[in-house]
C-alpha cells in the first residue's frame, strides 16, 4: 500500500470496510424494506444502528489505527452517524421524488436508500477522519 500512499491507503480501507458494513447494514435495510414491509424510515435506521457499530470497530482499529479510549470518540462517532444519516437521507428522499415523481412509491423509496447510501459514505468519511479518528 506503499505506493499508493497514506491516505489512499486510508480510503482504500474505508472502502473496504464500506463493503463490509454495506452488506450488512444495506443487506438488512433493504430486506426489511422490501421483504418485511418496514418503511422507509426504519428500515434505513436500521441499516445505520447494525452497520454503525461494525464500522466504529473496523475503522477504529482497521482504517484509522486509532488507539485513543474514550467516552467522547464514542459520542462523536454516533454524532457523526446522526449528522451523516439526517442529511444523506434528508436529501435522497425528497430528490428521488422529484426526479421519479411518475414511478410508485417502493421505486423512489429503493433509490432514495440507494443514493442515501452514497452520499452517506462521502460525508461519513470525511468526518471521520477528520472529525472522530483523527491523529493528535
Request: charged residues 10%.
Amino acid at each position: 500500500m506503499k505506493q499508493i500512499g497514506k491516505e489512499g491507503a486510508t480510503l482504500l480501507k474505508f472502502l473496504i470496510v464500506g463493503v463490509i458494513n454495506t452488506l450488512v447494514g444495506a443487506g438488512t435495510m433493504f430486506l426489511l424494506y422490501n421483504l418485511a414491509h418496514v418503511s422507509y424510515w426504519y428500515s434505513s435506521i436500521a441499516n445505520y444502528v447494525i452497520g454503525g457499530i461494525c464500522s466504529f470497530f473496523l475503522n477504529k482499529f482497521f482504517t484509522f489505527q486509532n488507539k485513543e479510549r474514550s467516552w467522547s470518540q464514542v459520542v462523536k462517532f454516533i454524532f457523526t452517524v446522526a449528522i451523516c444519516y439526517i442529511a444523506a437521507y434528508g436529501i435522497a428522499k425528497p430528490l428521488a421524488q422529484y426526479a421519479l415523481s411518475s414511478y410508485s412509491v417502493s421505486v423512489q423509496e429503493n433509490v432514495a436508500m440507494a443514493t442515501g447510501t452514497c452520499l452517506y459514505t462521502l460525508l461519513n468519511y470525511l468526518i471521520q477522519k477528520l472529525f472522530v479518528f483523527r491523529h493528535k
